[in-house]
């Protein structure tokens, strides 16, 4: 169970959020549309109305205070009802790792109540739609920071160790993999043991990790590694030279380098945030 909630963690921190388009609707009669399978995943803020909206094979019907997650490439329907016009804050956006799509890899509900953080929420939709009205470089940016917390807050509500991954022989290869790579960070680790790990030949091996986790499988386990080192930095008393040693660097000048490289700090400059 540890190395299925470590395996889920390392794999969002993974995560590529886009907004495509943000914005505020009081819906009408012509709020409704026959089964379609959008390629973006969709989020509704219900703030007030009444409507249905099918995704996949669930019939949903989200109320006031719902926040609602319609994933990509699944069949889609929606319509008002009774003429209680929903009002609504509204994305599209996409989240993948590597070329997945985020809720086609972990099983999220569809839809939660937060009605007692609508205030948070509002103030969250409001900027999402005046970022993506700037278009900017930096707001495009910033935009991305809004959608990760929105998907945060997802997480916290429904208990991120009871997120439950849809599992496939290839994640089941990927978990053992990442399970190696956290116990022998303090080891000398090669793309050839980590592709024996998977039954898979070293060039496939490499696509096959690029594609799951948008990196190769050596800058994961470097960026782990350096990961470590700043938990030890922070909650521990060993020295630079030790911790280095801890994740895998045998001379102490590469470590130092090499997290200066990753932080943009030195170790011992880090180690004095705590």
Known sequence: MEDEKNFSKAYLSNLNVNLIIADY???DD??????????????????????????GNKSLFPKKGDL??????????????NNNYYKKYWCHFTATIGDKNLFDIFDFPNIINIEEDKDYFTELFKELVILDRKKDI??????????LEI????LDKINVKELRMYKSPSIEKLELIIS???????????????????HLQVNYFIKFFRLHFGNTPMNYVKRQRLE??????????????????KVGYTEVSHF???????TGITASVYRKQR
């Not at 012509?30 to 409507?51: A, H, R, V």
């Not at 609602?68 to 009802?81: L, M």
């Not at 998907?151 to 997802?154: C, G, L, T």
């Not at 470590?228 to 040693?245: R, V, W």
């Open 25 to 27: 609707i009081h819906c």
């Open 68 to 81: 609602v997650i319609i994933p990509a490439n699944q069949p889609h329907a929606f319509s008002y009802i």
């Open 151 to 154: 998907i945060a807050y997802f």
């Open 180 to 198: 190696y790579i956290e116990k022998h960070l303090a080891e000398p680790i090669t793309v050839e043991q980590l592709a024996e790990i998977a």
């Open 138 to 147: 930096s707001s495009v940016l910033k935009a991305k920071g809004v959608l």
């Open 256 to 262: 130092s380098n090499q997290f200066k490289n990753y």
């Open 228 to 245: 470590k080192a700043k938990q030890y930095l922070l909650n521990s008393d060993l020295s630079i030279s030790e911790i280095g040693q």
């Open 30 to 55: 012509t709020w409704k549309e026959k089964s379609y399978i959008p390629y973006f995943n969709k989020l509704y803020y219900i703030c007030e109305g009444d409507g249905w909206v099918e995704t």
